[in-house]
């Protein structure tokens, strides 16, 4: 509908929907594109409702991980000493890729359930809300290293010239944590209680995931078990080219890039299975 | 009549929901989908086979709960059938009750935006027709307001606004007159029949057998997710005020 009809104009646009068919990628992506103007609209009104319009909301939205890394460098600097020296640069860089992905996948939830009338008066591409959410968490992700950029000045951690691999880094973050928030909303349509379970569970899955403590304190024998967890490889994938100044291993990026378009793949499977039922519980 | 001159065509199309539902991943875990699976089907639609021609304009009418609102959702491919096809050609506009999708947070004039993007119309496209909906919709004092501060009329009048001046191919309206006043309501009933002059589909769902009457050539009578009658306005019309008179 984005090219303007008139009255009597060419009826070409046909949309035909046929009970039972699931939802085609190339159909949605083309259907998000024709919608670029709605998806600009849904990020505009996640960040001005979340900064309030003002610099006081930004604040507040930074306020949290600063925080936090105020009380784990007082608790842990000392004691990672050695390990990792600028603990709150190796703190806040993997905190940045962690935040957005649990941020985004409790967002989306929620912007479903928000959304959910809207969806039963307009005929939008479904996952479009879910893209919006992803959209707008990384945003946030910049202005987050903005600020951690200007924190690594102060305090004199260096600013590496592997920065540069950075937009790759969140590249593949935003596609695993769009995958994963896909799966998680498609869910939480259909189960009310979805959404708390995933909330509660990411604090455990927070300490979980080396972001307070270096991976280096487990042993090596453990080692492999945390390693099961995709979100050691999406934080490192951040971490590297900030903290330590290197390009991730190709160990890192090679099954960074496997879980981030493996999660892409799932959750539109999810995804679209469950699309043509959602109006039913929503 | 070639069928690529229909706006709107349902081929059996039924949308149905299960009677139990599972509301929590817990339950589902415990007592697994059989319950779900075994209970009955519940009807928003059953079966429903019709075609509205470009530049028809069309009533629907029927007691609450008998499936007028899925029959427009469905036409508008809101919702997919659960059985059969449903089929739009052109640009579909519909306005459902109740505020078409606005943003209680937002201005009256950010939501003319919004709005417009969720059917599709990018923000040039708004902002040339943005005079003409503030004008129309008649709430222009409290245009930049928070919609949340808005009455239920003026939401209708600024989403009839909106929805009206994009020059959508088919219209769908889902009693949203019967919450205007009454100078609003003869404004729409003005544009609406100037939309169905210019060759415009226009489907009104509204228990105002009279407006209904005045606009629509056509009437379709749903009752219990059945369509019971479909013909000439005055016809249908007249057998429906029979039948709700003998049923009192
Ligand atoms: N999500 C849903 N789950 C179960 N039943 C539903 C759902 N949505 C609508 N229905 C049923 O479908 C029927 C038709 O509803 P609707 O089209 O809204 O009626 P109306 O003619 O008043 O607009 C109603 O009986 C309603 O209970
Ligand atoms: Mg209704």
């Known amino acids: 509908m984005s090219t303007a009809s008139s009255f009597g104009a060419s009826h070409a646009l046909v949309r035909r929907t046929v009970a039972g068919e699931p939802l085609r990628w190339t159909s949605e992506l083309r259907d998000l594109r024709a919608?670029?103007?709605?998806?600009?609209?849904?990020?505009?009104?996640?960040l001005t409702v979340r900064y309030k319009r003002s610099v006081l909301g930004f604040l507040w939205t930074m306020l949290h991980p600063l925080l936090l890394m105020l009380i784990f460098t007082v608790v842990f600097a000392t004691m990672f000493r050695e390990r990792a020296p600028h603990y709150e640069t190796y703190f806040l860089s993997a905190y940045v890729a962690w935040n957005f992905f649990a941020q985004t996948t409790v967002n989306a939830m929620a912007s479903v359930a928000w959304n959910g009338p809207l969806m039963k008066r307009v005929r939008v591409p479904q996952s479009i809300f879910t893209l919006s959410i992803a959209i707008s968490g990384l945003v946030n992700v910049g202005l987050s290293l903005l600020v951690l950029f200007a924190i690594m000045l102060v305090v004199g951690?260096?600013?590496?010239?592997?920065?540069?691999?950075?937009?790759?880094s969140l590249l593949l973050v935003g596609l695993f944590t769009f995958g994963t928030a896909l799966a998680l909303t498609a869910a939480s349509i259909f189960f009310g209680d979805?959404?708390?379970?995933?909330?509660a569970g990411?604090?455990?899955?927070?300490y979980l995931t080396p972001i307070i403590y270096p991976i280096s304190i487990i042993p090596d024998r453990f080692r492999w078990l945390i390693k099961l967890n995709p979100l050691v490889y999406i934080v490192e994938i951040v971490r590297d080219p900030i903290y330590y100044g290197i390009l991730p291993t190709p160990e890192t990026l090679g099954v960074s890039i496997v879980i981030s378009l493996g999660a892409v793949c799932i959750g539109w499977m999810i995804f679209r299975h469950m699309a043509p039922r959602f109006h039913a519980h929503l | 009549m070639n069928a690529a001159d229909n706006a709107i065509e349902l081929e059996n199309v039924s949308v149905r929901y299960r009677a139990a539902k599972i509301h929590s991943f817990k339950a589902a875990l415990v007592s697994g989908f059989a319950a779900h699976r075994k209970s009955e089907f519940r009807y928003g639609l059953r079966d429903v086979t019709l075609a509205i021609p470009h530049g028809e304009a069309v009533g629907i009418i029927g007691p609450n709960g008998a499936g007028k609102s899925t029959l427009l959702r469905v036409a508008a491919g809101i919702i997919p059938p659960s059985l059969g096809t449903a089929l739009s050609r052109g640009t579909v506009?519909?306005?459902?009750?109740?505020g078409t999708g606005f943003e209680a947070e937002l201005s009256g004039r950010e939501n003319i935006f919004f709005n417009g993007a969720l059917l599709g119309c990018s923000r040039a496209y708004m902002r040339a027709r943005a005079d003409d909906i503030i004008a129309f919709s008649g709430i222009a004092a409290s245009i930049d307001a928070p919609l949340r501060t808005y009455s239920t009329g003026m939401v209708a009048r600024l989403a009839f606004a909106v929805a009206t001046a994009i020059e959508a191919d088919t219209i769908l309206l889902d009693e949203i007159l019967a919450v205007g006043d009454a100078s609003f309501r003869r404004q729409c009933q003005a544009r609406i029949e100037r939309f169905v002059t210019n060759g415009a589909t226009v489907v009104v769902v509204s228990h105002e057998l009279d407006v209904v009457a005045s606009l629509c050539s056509r009437v379709i009578w749903v009752e219990e997710a059945r369509v019971v009658a479909d013909g000439p306005a005055a016809d249908v019309i007249a057998r429906y005020r029979a039948r709700t008179a003998s049923g009192l």
């Open chain 2, 93 to 98: 506009a519909p306005v459902m009750e109740l």
């Open chain 1, 194 to 199: 979805v959404r708390e379970m995933v909330q």
């Open chain 1, 157 to 168: 951690a260096p600013l590496h010239a592997t920065l540069w691999f950075l937009p790759i």
């Open chain 1, 202 to 206: 990411m604090p455990a899955l927070l």
């Open chain 1, 35 to 46: 919608h670029a103007g709605l998806l600009y609209e849904l990020v505009h009104r996640d």
